[in-house]
Every structure is written in C-alpha cells, then in structure tokens.
C-alpha cells in the first residue's frame, strides 16, 4: 500500500524548518548510503552535527506522532532518524531499494546486513519508507520521486508538508533536479506488522471502525469490528 498524506506539518512548522535548513550545513548524501546506493545517490544531507537537526527532527517527530492516519498506516514500533536532503540542479538519486536494516548507531542507511557489529540494538528492520516534502513542487522542476513495480511506476511530487508512505521493498528514484532546490525529510519505519498486506487489512478495518463511531458513535457493529481489530493486531503483531 503506498498512502499521501497533506498537512502534516502546518505552514508555521515549514517556515521554521526551512529557516533552519538556511543556517544548516550540508553534506555528500554518499556518506549515508549503503555501498551499492552510493553509485547512483546524488544529493546533499544536512550535517550531523548541525545544531538545527535536532530541532527539525523534534518538529518532525511531534507531527508524525500526531498524525492519525500516519498512525494508522504504519503501526510504528520504531521510527528511525529523519534525514533531511537538498538537491540542487543536475541532482538525482538513481534506482535503489532501502537496505532491509537501518543502522541506528552510525551509517544511518549503511547496508549492516551479513557484517553486523554485535549490537542488535542498534539495528532497526525497514518496513516502511517515507517521503516528507518541505517545498512547493513550484520551487523546483524535476525531482519527482518515482516508486517502482512490475505493473507501473507511479511518480509523486506533493505540496510542502505532506507526506508519501510507501513499502521498503520497492524499487524508487528521485528524478533529476533540473532547476530549482528539492528539499525533503526522509526516515524508515519497522512497523508492528511486518506483512504489507496484513497492514493494509488493519488500515482498511481501522478506517471502517472510525467511520462508523463518528456517524453512530459506539454500535455493536463498531465493537464487533474493533474486536476484529485487536484480535488480528494480536495476531499478526511482532
């Protein structure tokens, strides 16, 4: 299931952010890509160490974890670090799937399978990828992001602050910047679900439940519906 997402972050949230990533130092996106990655990974990344990152991913974070149908579509048991990226003109980000694991110790998207270092901890399964746009499609030309499957691609460029959710093992790409900037959170999600399609019969049930509550309030067809819920929840869960 690939699920947009408008207004996750207010028009004051976005002016602040982006006043942040004015002041931020940027890096080579390559130093957070895994080996295979770095041959077709062409962008900046704000620096690690930029006082304002931290600031940002807060304000992220907070609109993430407020956002109901977010929520709903991901069931999130972890949600890794945002990154922030600037593509500026003659950038791109070539066809790749996101490493299985995320590294939360370092290499944020180092690819950590078959040489891991002993701290599980530090290892967080991707389930879920995520595009959070931070400027207008107007600011740039180009720089859609292409996700990939044997039926079709799809291509997304969204309004500031809203956000496309999408599946870790599908092949995707950012299109060449041709004018303009791009400028975008990304993170990954290992959800309490780890099936898609198990996700996506929760969605739908969770979806149907709430409708029902907001136009009968608590029916017996909304009881039965959220027992459905949380028995398949419980079932599925890891």
């Avoid at 807060?58 to 600037?86: D, G, K, N, Y």
């Avoid at 149907?208 to 869960?237: C, H, M, P």
Wanted: negative net charge; contains cysteine; proline residues 3%.
């Amino acid at each position: 299931m690939i699920i947009c997402i408008a207004d996750v972050l207010t028009p004051e949230a976005l002016k602040d952010i982006r006043s942040h990533l004015d002041a931020a130092s940027f890096v080579d996106g390559k130093t957070t890509a895994g080996w295979h990655a770095r041959l077709v990974k062409n962008n900046q990344q704000v620096k690690s160490e930029t006082p304002a990152l931290a600031k940002v991913r807060s304000l992220i974070e907070t609109a993430l974890q407020q956002q109901s149908v977010f929520q709903m579509a991901a069931l999130p048991r972890s949600i890794a670090p945002v990154l922030l990226s600037r593509y500026e003109s003659g950038m791109s980000y070539g066809s790749h799937v996101d490493n299985a694991y995320i590294n939360l110790s370092g290499n944020i998207s180092g690819n950590i399978f078959g040489n891991r270092t002993g701290n599980e901890t530090a290892a967080m399964r991707s389930d879920l990828s995520m595009t959070l746009f931070l400027n207008d499609p107007e600011a740039y030309e180009g720089g859609e992001l292409i996700i990939e499957s044997c039926h079709a691609e799809q291509a997304f460029k969204l309004a500031a602050g809203s956000l496309v959710l999408y599946p870790s093992t599908t092949l995707h790409r950012v299109e060449t910047v041709t004018a303009g900037v791009r400028l975008a959170a990304v993170t990954w999600i290992q959800s309490l679900v780890r099936d898609a399609a198990e996700r996506e019969i929760l969605f739908d049930l969770d979806m149907a439940r709430q409708g029902i509550f907001a136009e009968f309030g608590k029916t017996a067809a909304f009881d039965l519906l959220s027992k459905s819920y949380a028995n398949l929840l419980r079932k599925w869960g890891t």
